[in-house]
């Protein structure tokens, strides 16, 4: 069974034909990252009008590249949300077009639902209940799924954890995504050369990182404005991208350790731009170890997002019988879970 996959939930357009749930044959994506960079932070028309100028382009190179015609296609699975209500509407339009014209199925996917399934693509799902981790530029949630259920166990009361890196490597100066750049400097820096105070949220698995990013601005603002080091040491912007992945990679570990415990689950599965992040996979694995806790990481190119997770999602909801119609429309706000 062939799933066309589409995603255009953001600044990403991607098109991914998927074999029978589990073989990728094409994952397709253009980015229309190079045209945000001045602005430091994603525009929502110019994401939405590259996602209309290439997503013609990107489903006909995903068909090339898989080696397939669109006449072999069995099941279309698009993003309907949660994103950038202009980027959606590119791919669901297309994707209804193009279900309407060869006479097949399609379902509508969750983004962040697609996020986890990208560790199934590679590896098959938990037999049992798990804990998903969902770490993105938008969004941080802790999960608990049992069968066909899920429930949102806490989220970010303020910014999510791949905006804090945004927003930090921005106040540092250190251009767009964050992320990927805070990630590299802080293989050069000491994590324990600035301490950041946890932050206290009313939720017990509700999560808060704005008030790291506040603490950054003060540390550049006063005292430290040049950023040179307390010691005469001259790596001190690594050694602030350093700190802060060390203490928001705590904070994101103790959590979902502590979810585990608390669901008495043996299974994490995590997933998100931010799973890509070094020091995150390093220090679960670690601490989930003692507690023989299984955690699930996508590989790298798999972290980002991607149509091959949507087509999974898909692949995994038309089984259990899911099916869309046309009056699916664009839901900007959706919840996990909710669809
Ligand atoms: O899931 P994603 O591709 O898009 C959304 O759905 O939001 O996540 C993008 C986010 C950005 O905030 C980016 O800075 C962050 O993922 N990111 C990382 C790393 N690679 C990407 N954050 C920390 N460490 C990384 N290695
Ligand atoms: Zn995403």
Known sequence: MLTLGIETSCDETSCAVLKDGGQLLSNVVSSSLAKHKPFGGVVPEIASRHCLEQIDLVFQEALRRAKVSKKDLDLIAVTYGPGLVGSILVGLSFA???????????????????HLSANFIED???????????????????????????KLLGST?????????????????????????????????????????????????DFSFSGIKTAVMQLVNNG??????????????????????????????EKTISACRHKKVKEVVVGGGVSANSRLRSLLTQEAEPYRIRVR??????????????????????????????TLSAKPNLKIGES
Not at 162 to 184: F, N, S
Not at 193 to 199: D, H, L, V, W
């Open 157 to 205: 009361i303020d910014d999510a954890v791949g905006e804090a890196y945004d927003k930090t490597a921005k106040l540092l100066g250190l251009g767009y995504p964050g992320g990927p750049i805070i990630d590299r400097m802080a293989q050069e820096g000491d994590p324990k050369a600035f301490r950041f105070s946890k932050p206290k949220q009313e939720g017990r698995f």
């Open 96 to 114: 209804k077009a193009l279900a309407y014209e060869l006479k097949i199925p399609f379902v509508g996917v969750n983004h962040l639902e697609g």
């Open 124 to 150: 098959s799902p938990p037999k049992g209940p798990y804990i998903g981790l969902i770490v993105s530029g938008g969004h941080t949630e802790l999960t608990y799924h049992k069968g066909k259920s899920v």
């Open 224 to 253: 430290h404005s040049s950023l040179r080091a307390p010691e005469g040491r001259s790596n001190d912007r690594a050694d602030l991208c350093a700190s802060f992945q060390e203490s928001v990679a705590r904070w994101l570990v």
């Open 297 to 326: 990481f996508p590989s790298l190119p798999l972290t980002q997002d991607n149509a091959g997770m949507i087509a999974r999602r898909g692949w995994e909801i038309y089984g259990q019988g899911k099916r869309s119609n046309w």
